[in-house]
């Protein structure tokens, strides 16, 4: 199994930069890809960012152009540089990993707990 431990949410008002952390343990090695979701209240899960261990990215078009994932192997950790945030932005964001061959950002196999983000203004 494989355990993900997201941090770095927090209050932040508009315009401003918060930088999430998820840390993977367990059983890494089988690990294909991860990616940042988000859930704000009453609306559906979307996938904000997501990257495969060649590196590819895929980003949702409300982001691009302000947050970038990015990865550290030998900290077999996954950030989420988030700039110019919008209260639109506010949300419980997840990280989540898969170990499929074939990544389709959709039914991934590992869940963090969460890390709440809340922009305000």
């Known amino acids: 199994q494989v355990q993900l431990l997201e941090s770095g949410g927090g209050l932040v008002q508009a315009w401003g930069s918060l930088r999430l952390s998820c840390a993977a343990s367990?059983?890494?090695?089988?690990?294909?890809?991860m990616g940042w979701y988000r859930q704000a209240p009453g609306k559906q899960r979307e996938l904000v960012a997501g990257i495969t261990s060649s590196s590819r990215t895929k980003y949702a078009d409300s982001v691009k152009g302000r947050f970038t994932i990015s990865r550290d192997n030998a900290k077999n950790t996954v950030y989420l540089q988030m700039n110019s945030l919008k209260p639109e932005d506010t949300a419980v964001y997840y990280c989540a990993a898969d170990r499929a061959s074939v990544v389709v950002w959709s039914g991934m196999d590992y869940w963090g707990k969460g890390t709440l983000v809340t922009v305000s203004s």
């Open positions: 367990g059983s890494i090695f089988s690990i294909n890809a």
